[in-house]
């Protein structure tokens, strides 16, 4: 489990052991991860920047030293990157923002899928987002690395089907948690308006007009890793509230 120290991560990781699953889970902060270890005995983990493939190695090694072969991958990590124009955008946010978003996801299945074949058995839920169906001006890297690693689940799910290994994708909305906050908390600052306001004219162009709970993604996360969800591969599902347009 990647990013599983807070937020959404955090409380998939948790689901799962509380469903006595055993759990590793990584995350580039150190106090965060220690903190959620302290509070899910049995639980464990790893610092890592999962953008480095050597850590990525890392994280893998020490999940398969603690629990043995590992049989479901939950892809979550992703940062915003830049919010730029096309021909503002530094070279090396573009290559952080992919090399994080897209390449941590094939570094991380590159490591796992062999033991998942062996055994016939295996599944990968990656996190994308639903901005790659609305689209967001000014935050290309973004859109595009999401975009790949939709291309990456549907591509892995016809190759990796063969061997009973399946591979889905979830496309959230706008979450409830901190970094959705400060999402809205900057636009409102740099248009001039209450943060109320902002999230509004978000939640207007949202079908069922609400936000999404870390909760609904940590359960559809748990299902697409189950037996229910055996025939269930190459799949993008979004858990939006359906998102018609993003601000």
Not at 32 to 38: F, I, K, Q, V
Not at 62 to 90: H, K, T
Not at 167 to 174: E, K
């Amino acid at each position: 489990m990647t990013g599983g120290a807070d937020s959404v991560g955090r409380v998939i990781a948790e689901q799962f052991r509380a469903g006595g699953a055993l759990v590793h889970i990584c995350d580039v902060r150190a106090d965060a991860l220690a903190e959620t270890l302290r509070a899910n005995p049995g639980m464990t983990g790893t610092v890592a920047n999962v953008g480095k493939p050597d850590d990525v190695g890392r994280v893998v090694r020490e999940a398969e030293r603690q629990f043995g072969d590992i049989s479901v991958l939950v892809n979550n990590v992703g940062i915003a990157g830049p919010r730029a124009a096309i021909e503002d955008i530094p070279d090396e946010a573009w290559r952080e923002t992919l090399d994080v978003n897209v390449g941590a996801m094939f570094q991380f299945m590159k490591r796992v899928v062999p033991a998942m074949k062996r055994h016939r058995h295996g599944a990968i839920i990656n996190f994308s987002t639903g901005s790659t169906r609305t689209r967001l001006p000014m935050r290309t890297p973004y859109v595009v690395s999401k975009a790949a690693v939709e291309s990456l689940t549907l591509n892995a799910a016809r190759e990796l089907g063969p061997f009973n290994v399946r591979c889905n994708a979830i496309l959230p909305g706008m979450i409830d948690n901190d970094r959705m906050r400060r999402i809205v908390a900057n636009i409102a600052q740099e248009s001039g308006r209450a943060a109320e306001e902002v999230e509004s004219d978000y939640l207007k162009y949202i079908s069922l007009r609400s936000k999404v709970q870390p909760e609904d993604l940590a359960q559809t996360v748990l299902f697409l890793a189950s037996d229910a969800a055996a025939k269930i591969t190459g799949e993008l599902l979004a858990v939006s509230g359906n998102v018609e347009w993003e601000i």
